[in-house]
């Protein structure tokens, strides 16, 4: 089945600095892009989705200007988390689709502890 | 409430056991998706289906529409089964097709 990176795998970072975590669909172009966040024990929750090449469109709640997404190509997404704190840490998950619902594919997801 | 809710919350068994999990959901959908999460975090689809019934290997899922409600079933459980079991639906209209998702099924196997 289609396949979906992400990297860091894991990130531990300070407060106030800003963290890159990168989406790729590796054997398929992905024309959406969603970016999920999950805390312990709880469901995921999406942030934000993202189509190639157009402004992602984020969920109530979710601040644009700290949780930062490109969508540069059809295979790399991007979530750069600003100024981080504490509260930022979490496990963040982006998933890849190529057309319809049918083909959405998980990345294996990124943990985050900001000290 | 939570549009999609799974019960149990929790569930032990041991190996070779049948186990169903159960995923309500109170609002109109396109198709529903059954995940499995490892405990190091990754998430696999294991279904995704819209109506009837599906089967791969030791695992058959299947969905209700009228009734709003959706099963996951292992037979012949095994420890390596032992994982969180997400339900999710796709909402119905929309052009996004965005995920909502149950808070999961633990479940324990044990040899």
């Known amino acids: 089945g289609a396949v979906v990176s992400q990297h860091p795998s894991r990130v531990i970072c300070k407060s106030g600095t800003s963290v890159k975590i990168e989406c790729r669909s590796l054997?398929?172009?992905?024309?959406?892009m969603f970016w999920y966040r999950q805390f312990p024990k709880q469901s995921l929750m999406l942030m934000a989705t993202?189509?190639?090449?157009?402004?992602?469109?984020?969920e109530q709640g979710v601040e644009k200007d700290k949780f930062l997404i490109n969508h540069a190509s059809l295979t790399l997404s991007t979530l750069t988390v600003t100024s981080a704190h504490p509260e930022d840490s979490s496990f963040y998950i982006c998933s890849a689709r190529q057309g319809g619902f049918e083909t959405q594919y998980f990345g294996p997801g990124t943990r985050l502890l900001v000290l | 409430k939570n549009e999609v809710e799974q019960s149990p919350q929790n569930l032990t068994a041991q190996e070779g056991e049948f186990i169903t999990i159960n995923c309500s959901y109170s609002?109109?959908?396109?198709?529903l998706h059954w995940l499995q999460q490892h405990p190091g975090g990754g998430i696999v689809s294991l279904f995704m289906?819209?109506?009837g019934k599906k089967k791969h290997g030791r695992l058959i899922a299947t969905i209700n529409i009228q009734e709003k409600h959706s099963s996951l079933h292992i037979t012949a459980s095994h420890p390596r089964d032992s994982a969180v079991y997400i339900c999710?639906?796709?909402?119905?209209?929309?052009?996004?097709?965005?995920?909502?998702f149950g808070k999961g099924t633990l479940l324990t196997v044990n040899p």
């Open positions: 289906l819209s109506s």
């Open positions: 054997d398929f172009q992905a024309t959406t």
């Open positions: 609002v109109g959908i396109s198709a």
């Open positions: 993202s189509n190639e090449g157009s402004k992602a469109t984020y």
């Open positions: 999710a639906v796709y909402h119905s209209g929309g052009s996004n097709y965005k995920l909502t």
